[in-house]
C-alpha cells in the first residue's frame, strides 16, 4: 500500500528532512527555549517578591505545566522521529523503502501517542487551573 511517489527516494528523504525539522525539532527547540526563559522570568519575579507565598506556588504550579508539557511533546514524537529515522536509512542503504513488521508496528503506536499527546495537553492544563485555583484561594 506504499504509493509510488513515496517509494522515489528523493521525494521520501526531502519529506523527512523537512518533516523532522518543522514539525519535530523546531517545535522541540521553542518549546523548550521558551519553557526556560518563561521559568526564569517567573523565578526572578518570585525572588524580587519572596515573602507572597501564593504567587510562590502558583508559579511553581505553572512551571510544572509547561515542563508537562514538552516532556509530553518529547515523549509522544520520538517514535515518529525513529520510524521517520529508520525509513530514511533504508531509504538510502537499499534505495527503497523497506517497512519491516516492528516498524509497521511502531508506526502505529506512534499514531495512537500523537492522539494521546493532544488530550494529554488539556488534561494537563486543567489539573494545573485546578492546582492554581486552590493555592491563589
Not at 521525494?11 to 526556560?36: D, E, K, Q
Not at 509497521?104 to 486543567?126: D, E, G, M, Q, R
Request: charged share 15%.
Amino acid at each position: 500500500s506504499i504509493t509510488p511517489l513515496r517509494r522515489d527516494p528523493v521525494y521520501h528523504t526531502t519529506y523527512v528532512v523537512c518533516n523532522t525539522i518543522v514539525m519535530g525539532i523546531f517545535p522541540l527547540l521553542a518549546l523548550s527555549f521558551l519553557n526556560w526563559r518563561i521559568i526564569a522570568a517567573m523565578n526572578a519575579a518570585t525572588k524580587r517578591h519572596n515573602n507572597i507565598a501564593s504567587l510562590k506556588r502558583r508559579d511553581r504550579a505553572m512551571s510544572g505545566l509547561l515542563t508537562g508539557v514538552v516532556v509530553v511533546l518529547v515523549v509522544c514524537h520520538t517514535p515518529k522521529t525513529i520510524i521517520n529515522l529508520s525509513e530514511s536509512y533504508s531509504m538510502l542503504r537499499h534505495g527503497k523503502l523497506l517497512q519491516p513488521l516492528w516498524g509497521k508496528i511502531v508506526i502505529k503506536f506512534s499514531h495512537l501517542l500523537l492522539t494521546l499527546s493532544s488530550a494529554v495537553n488539556i488534561i494537563i492544563y486543567s489539573y494545573k487551573v485546578n492546582i492554581c485555583a486552590c493555592t491563589i484561594n
